[in-house]
Structure formats: structure tokens, C-alpha cells
């Protein structure tokens, strides 16, 4: 985890600037210092399948686990809401028609590790660079957790209200069944009190002001249909989840647990990456590649390929004036005598030996007459 420590604060001391994209486990935006690469990693290094998706649809209620980054600190759309508490109750196992057990993870949006990888990176800074990595904080620290977005408030299911984002202030004192073992003073987590999860959840670590950092709803069974043992874990925010915050020791143990909160190993752990409203859909996106006239579809392939036929229409018509209409050719006789007369004669006149050839002939019909 050291090597993992250095790697994440290597990539910003070899650029101008450093990747912030916002809850996205692969692609550009892997690299990103708000990124879930290495909580993606940690979940596969405890034994399970990990994806990213980025739609409501049959491939995500397949999986056993969602992790859920919305993009923007506003309110889960209801039909969002609809569709995983439907998730959460009725998923039945395909083969044997029995009910599964879910879990989906939420953390809120009000954090961007942005602040703390210069606050981290400032002891390593060239010295040539100092001046321009302290500016680099400061711009960060104007930008807030939101940068150029901003915050919403509502209810989001039974599960948590959110409001805007507050004051951001480090937590210096941890409560809670998961603070054992975690020192908060060598911690760096922030709570803005965005997230205020329902009465109804289980408060599974908060700060010394008594805010629930980490929360946890257990469904219980209403009908003979409904799932019994599916839960929800509510999270503040990714302030010890992101990429470069998992760099700290004490965050780690956290994301540990957050891990460990998926159950045994071989999970099909699913990352969705969206915003607050993810596209709900019935089907799922064609992953195969497009074939044949499909590419035609496709922009700037097909526009592409539509210049290169008319091209080639242009070249065959230019070339059939030359080349004609084409024709049968006749197959030559393999009964032609004539044709063992000549090629005989060719092989003679191949020796370039005149004597030799009109005695090779003499000889033939000499013995062909006695």
C-alpha cells in the first residue's frame, strides 16, 4: 500500500494538473484524485467481480452489491429510488426462483479530494513549484466540495435527507462501532452535514458532534415476497473512498470495512456511475461491436465510409471502359497432338544445340521405321 501511496502522489508531481473527475473507476477518469480505482481494487482483492455501469437496467439488478457515487449533490431521482428499493426487496435468484439478499452503498457527493491531495503533496513539491502548488490549494479550497456545482436538498426514500452542503470541517473525534481502531487525529475526514440518514438506520460511526458519518438500514421481511436481510449503507461522503484519499492509513481501515460490508467473497460488486438521475431501462445497451451497414450509423465513422464507397463506385466505373465486359475464356484440349509437337520442339530448341536436336530427330524416326 506504500507502492500504492507513491503511485497516487507521483501523478500529480509529473503534470501541471491532475485528473478530478468525480466517481469513476475507469476510463480518463481512473485517474482521477475523486476517482473509486483503488476501492474497486480492494473490493477485487477480497474475492469479487467488480464492473461499472452506468443505467438501471436488467445487467445492474444482477448484481449482489451496488456502489453508488451520484455525480451531483442532489437528491436521488424518485424513479431511482423506486427502482432499488424494488431491487433491494424483490430480487429472486434466477435458477432456483429464491430471494436474494442485496446491498447498495451510497456515498454522498458533498467531498472532492481535490483539497487534500495539494494539502498532501505540498511537503513534496519541487522547489521550483511551491508557489504554484500553494496556489493550486488555494483555488481548491475557494472551489469547495462542489467546485462549479451545486447542492440540492430533499428526502431521498426512507433512507436519508439531504441538504446543502454546509461549512466543511475535519473530524477530529470518531464514535461508533467502526471507529475501533481508527485514530481520527492521523485521519483527514470532512462532514459538511449534507446527509442526515432516517431515524429508522443504524448509526455505525459518526463524528464527536454525534453525525452520522456511516449508517445502515437492514430490510426487514413485510410480505412472503420481499427480501428479509438486504440493507442499505448511507455514507457522508467519499472523504476516506476517493483515490487519493485511500493514500491515508486510518482511511483505508475504513474502506476496509466498507468492503467487508459486502459479505463473503465472488460478489458481483457494480459501480454505477451517474448522476442523481440514472437513465431507468428495460434493456440493456448492445455491447457487441457494430457490423456491416450499422457503421454507416455511427458518426464520423459512417460519414467516413460513406465518402469511401463513393469513392470506389467512382474508381469501377472509371476502370470498366478498359476492362470491358468479362468473358469466358475457352480451356485449353488435352488431346491436341499438335500441342506435344510443340512443346517437344521447345525443349530442343532449348539446348541451342542444332546437331543435337537433328540427331535427337534422325534417331526417332529411324527406330520408329525398323
Not at 468525480?22 to 475523486?34: D, E, I, P
Not at 467481480?49 to 452506468?54: A, F, P
Not at 469547495?144 to 470541517?169: E, H, I, M, Q, R
Not at 448492445?286 to 467512382?314: D, H, K, M, Y
Request: proline share 5%; charged share 20%; glycine share 8%.
Amino acid at each position: 500500500m506504500l507502492l500504492l501511496a507513491a503511485v497516487l502522489l507521483s501523478v500529480g508531481c509529473r503534470e501541471k494538473g491532475i485528473r478530478t473527475e468525480y466517481g469513476t473507476r475507469t476510463g480518463y477518469g481512473a485517474r482521477s484524485v475523486n476517482g473509486t480505482t483503488v476501492l474497486g481494487q480492494m473490493f477485487e482483492d477480497a474475492g469479487h467481480r467488480v464492473r461499472s455501469w452506468r443505467l438501471m437496467s436488467p445487467s445492474l439488478a444482477k448484481a449482489d452489491v451496488i456502489v453508488y457515487f451520484p455525480s451531483e449533490s442532489q437528491p436521488l431521482s424518485t424513479d431511482a429510488v423506486a427502482w432499488l428499493d424494488d431491487w433491494l426487496r424483490y430480487s429472486y435468484d434466477d435458477d432456483t426462483y429464491e430471494l436474494q439478499e442485496k446491498t447498495l452503498i451510497v456515498v454522498g457527493r458533498a467531498y472532492s479530494a481535490e483539497e487534500f491531495y495539494w494539502r498532501e503533496t505540498q511537503p513534496r513539491a519541487p522547489a521550483g513549484l511551491k508557489t504554484e502548488y500553494a496556489a493550486k490549494l488555494r483555488k481548491a479550497q475557494l472551489d469547495g466540495p462542489l467546485g462549479s456545482g451545486t447542492g440540492g436538498k430533499g428526502t431521498v426514500g426512507d433512507w436519508y435527507d439531504l441538504t446543502a452542503p454546509g461549512t466543511t470541517s475535519k473530524v477530529t473525534t470518531l464514535t461508533g462501532p467502526w471507529s475501533i481502531g481508527v485514530d481520527a487525529s492521523k485521519a483527514a475526514i470532512e462532514q459538511s452535514g449534507t446527509v442526515f440518514p432516517n431515524k429508522s438506520l443504524d448509526v455505525l460511526l459518526a463524528d464527536g458532534a454525534g453525525h452520522p458519518l456511516v449508517s445502515e438500514l437492514i430490510y426487514s421481511e413485510d410480505d412472503e415476497w420481499s427480501s428479509d436481510g438486504s440493507s442499505v449503507l448511507v455514507i457522508e461522503n467519499g472523504s476516506f473512498l476517493l483515490n487519493a484519499s485511500v493514500v491515508n492509513h486510518e482511511h483505508r481501515k475504513l474502506a476496509g470495512r466498507v468492503v467487508d460490508y459486502a459479505g463473503a467473497p465472488e460478489k458481483d460488486v457494480v459501480f454505477l456511475e451517474s448522476d442523481a438521475s440514472p437513465t431507468i431501462s428495460d434493456t440493456d445497451p448492445n455491447q457487441n461491436p457494430p457490423t456491416g451497414f450499422e457503421l454507416f450509423r455511427i458518426w464520423p465513422i459512417g460519414a467516413v465510409l460513406a465518402q469511401a464507397a463513393a469513392l470506389g463506385i467512382v474508381f469501377a466505373l472509371a476502370q470498366f471502359p478498359i476492362f470491358g465486359v468479362p468473358r469466358r475464356l475457352e480451356r485449353p484440349a488435352l488431346t491436341d497432338f499438335s500441342k506435344h509437337v510443340t512443346a517437344l520442339s521447345r525443349l530442343l530448341s532449348a539446348t541451342r544445340d542444332r546437331a543435337f536436336a537433328s540427331g535427337l530427330v534422325r534417331k526417332y524416326f529411324t527406330e520408329r521405321r525398323q
